[in-house]
């Protein structure tokens, strides 16, 4: 019996509290939009979207840089080939595609 009232109190809260919480949301969706729509957040936004249309370019050669210097740190080229392991990805037609014809090599 403990077990059945447990599940129909879990059932009821549950029941309750989706209603409750779809409420809530719709009143926080109004709220917001009521603010984005306010003419002073729109002016801001307007003046942060000119500030990163401004500085996009400088921040995109700086992340080019940060990532050309990473890549120089863990060895790796312009070729994809990586000076720490000696792998490197080929686009070459000559280089072999598919394991020897004797399959795999195994050791004794």
Same mark, same amino acid.
């Given at each position: 019996?403990? @077990? ?17 919480? @779809? ?10 939009? @009521? ?74």
């Amino acid at each position: 019996m403990g @077990k059945l009232s447990f599940l129909v109190g879990l059932g009821a809260g549950y029941v309750l509290g989706a209603r409750a919480g @779809k409420q809530r949301y719709e009143q926080i969706k109004t709220q917001a939009g @009521k603010v984005w729509e306010n003419p002073s957040v729109q002016s801001k936004v307007g003046d942060v979207t000119e500030q990163v249309k401004a500085k996009a370019p400088a921040a995109k050669s700086a992340a080019g840089s940060a990532a050309t210097k990473a890549a120089s740190k863990v060895g790796l080229t312009d070729a994809g080939e990586s000076g720490a392991s000696g792998r490197h990805s080929s686009t070459d037609p000559a280089a072999p595609s598919s394991p020897p014809a004797n399959g795999p090599q195994t050791l004794p």
